[in-house]
Nanobody
Framework: QVHLAESGGGLVQTGGSLRLSCVAS????????MAWHRQAPGKQRELVAS???????NYADSVQGRFTISRDNAKNTVYLQMSSLKPEDTAVYYC?????????????????WGQGTQVTVSS
């Protein structure tokens, strides 16, 4: 099992910055990809940014150039630096991680999610 603990959410004004952190803990093998998703009220959860264990990054078009994802593999931690925040960035932000695990007969990718942290951007 992998437990993901997010921190860093809060209330910020338009144009401000926040940094989210997510620490992965638990026994087993190495963490694979990590990512941040978000879900605004009345909307579907969407991918914000992802990063592989090798450091390959991917961003949603809506945050490209404003958000930066990074990770510290030694600490099993992923970060999301958010700048130039807009009211439309308001959402609950969820940390995601995956890991390849063996269920006794074969290897499978298992997805893990954090509880979420609220980010609110006031206009």
């Amino acid at each position: 099992q992998v437990h993901l603990a997010e921190s860093g959410g809060g209330l910020v004004q338009t144009g401000g910055s926040l940094r989210l952190s997510c620490v992965a803990s638990g026994t087993g093998g190495s963490i694979g990809a990590m990512a941040w998703h978000r879900q605004a009220p009345g909307k579907q959860r969407e991918l914000v940014a992802s990063i592989t264990s090798y450091g390959v990054k991917n961003y949603a078009d809506s945050v490209q150039g404003r958000f930066t994802i990074s990770r510290d593999n030694a600490k099993n931690t992923v970060y999301l630096q958010m700048s130039s925040l807009k009211p439309e960035d308001t959402a609950v932000y969820y940390c995601y991680a995956d890991r390849i695990e063996n269920d006794g007969s074969r290897w499978n990718r298992v997805d893990y999610w954090g509880q979420g942290t609220q980010v609110t951007v006031s206009s």
